[in-house]
Nanobody
Framework: QVQLVESGGGLAQAGGSLRLSCAAS????????VGWFRQAPGKERDFVAA????????AYADSVKGRFTISRDNAKNTVYLQMNSLKPEDTAIYYC??????????????????WGQGTQVTVSS
């Protein structure tokens, strides 16, 4: 089993920044891709960003390109999501997910095996 714990959520003003962290533990393969997803009330869980196992490849949703940056520190088993120029429409619960044996970034939530519990991000206008 792989455990994922998100942190760093909170309240920010429009135009502000937050950095989310996703710490992995347990039986990680060392070859796992990580994705960030978000879910607003009454909406589907949508793809935000993903990163390959070694950090060489990333993918972003169009809605966050140029504002969000995903990165990872494998020595710490942690993936980060730096969110800049936040907008009220970024308000959601943010989840990280791991594909333990698939090292490439992917945007479909069905391709991920493990999920964290989520962290709330609220952006005020």
């Amino acid at each position: 089993q792989v455990q994922l714990v998100e942190s760093g959520g909170g309240l920010a003003q429009a135009g502000g920044s937050l950095r989310l962290s996703c710490a992995a533990s347990g039986r990680t393969s060392g070859y796992y891709a990580v994705g960030w997803f978000r879910q607003a009330p009454g909406k589907e869980r949508d793809f935000v960003a993903a990163i390959s196992w070694n950090g060489d490849s990333t993918a972003y949703a169009d809605s966050v390109k140029g504002r969000f940056t995903i990165s990872r520190d494998n020595a710490k088993n942690t993936v980060y999501l730096q969110m800049n120029s936040l907008k009220p429409e970024d308000t959601a619960i943010y989840y990280c997910a791991a594909d333990n044996w698939g090292g490439t970034p992917k945007s479909s939530r069905y391709r991920y095996d493990y999920w964290g519990q989520g962290t709330q991000v609220t952006v005020s206008s």
